[in-house]
């Protein structure tokens, strides 16, 4: 399920900003980091879960899984997709009843949502070759 899509001719940007921060996916079988661009307010809201900070309103992914909680979906994994054009792509997979439904997402809001319901995250092997920058990770800072 996609959302919708925005007005033909609206200015879009693919590249990683200047200001753009990384996520460094630290993947457990072959025990690499796979860099990823965050614009940095997805960053720093990714930032602040991971030490396990809250803002004082609700952010727009604490609204999501209220949302899910409601409705009582469960967030089953997330996924890195794919690499096309310098953007990533990733995917939500909710289960409703007894079905599951994959939904486009931004990995960033993927990140954020497991987090918060520590769902799985997962990358694409079709990701992994698609960006060819992976670096080991150093043993002192690795977490799986």
Known sequence: MRPPSPPKGSPRSAAPEPSAVTARLGLTRTREVLPIWLHPFDG???????????????????????????????LEKVAVTGLREDTF??????????AVHEIDARPSDAIAL??????????SEETLRQTGARCSAPDASYRS
């Open 44 to 74: 720093d809201f990714i930032a602040m879960r991971l030490v396990r900070l809250w803002s004082v309103r609700p952010m727009p992914h604490d609204l999501i899984a209220c949302l899910l909680q409601i409705a009582q979906l469960r």
């Open 114 to 123: 497991a987090l918060d319901s520590g769902a799985p995250i997962f990358v």
């Open 89 to 98: 792509y990733g995917s939500l997979w909710i289960r409703a009843g007894g």
